[in-house]
């Protein structure tokens, strides 16, 4: 298994949105130049309608590929809930991309059965902080693939 430095206190719920506010304009003020890798992730912007409110949600995520898909991992730091923006692309799965200087439109789904195991199985050989979450929390973290 491949060693990796992270750090290995997450912030409260919170936290991570007062966090993740302060991210997001850091990342598109300078295109990712600030933001676009952090504790050893490469992290993009998400852009999602918000299930409840209708309106659009920005979010920084860590990234990986499979092949040229991109995935991400709804972990939440291992929180007993799912992070707001999996109901989002639930209930409205056209989302909006930004990798640096990139931007998109995709559509946003959710990995199951096999598909969802085998995708882990690479996120968390690589990355096993999100075994470390997963240990955390009784829910499946989802892996959300974008097409």
């Known amino acids: 298994m491949p060693q ?11 936290n991570i949105k ?6 997001t304009v850091l ?4 295109s990712g130049l600030i933001g676009a890798r952090l504790d050893g992730l490469d992290v993009l912007l998400l852009t999602t ?9 920005c979010i920084p995520l860590p ?30 799965p056209e989302v909006h991309v930004q990798l640096k200087g990139k931007q998109w439109a995709a ?22 902080r999100y075994a470390k979450y997963q240990a955390k929390t009784d829910r499946p973290i989802p892996v959300v693939v974008l097409e």
């Open 63 to 92: 990234y990986f590929r499979d092949g040229e898909r991109i995935l991400l991992v709804a972990s939440f730091g291992g929180n007993r809930k799912n992070p707001a923006w999996i109901a989002n692309i639930t209930a409205s």
């Open 107 to 128: 559509r946003a789904r959710v990995a199951n059965g096999a598909e969802r195991e085998r995708l882990w199985a690479g996120i968390t050989y690589e990355f096993p």
């Open 4 to 14: 990796t430095w992270y750090i290995p206190w997450v912030p409260s719920p919170n």
């Open 49 to 57: 309608t918000g299930a409840k409110s209708g309106l659009q949600r």
């Open 18 to 23: 007062r966090i993740d506010k302060i991210h």
């Open 27 to 30: 990342y598109r003020w300078t």
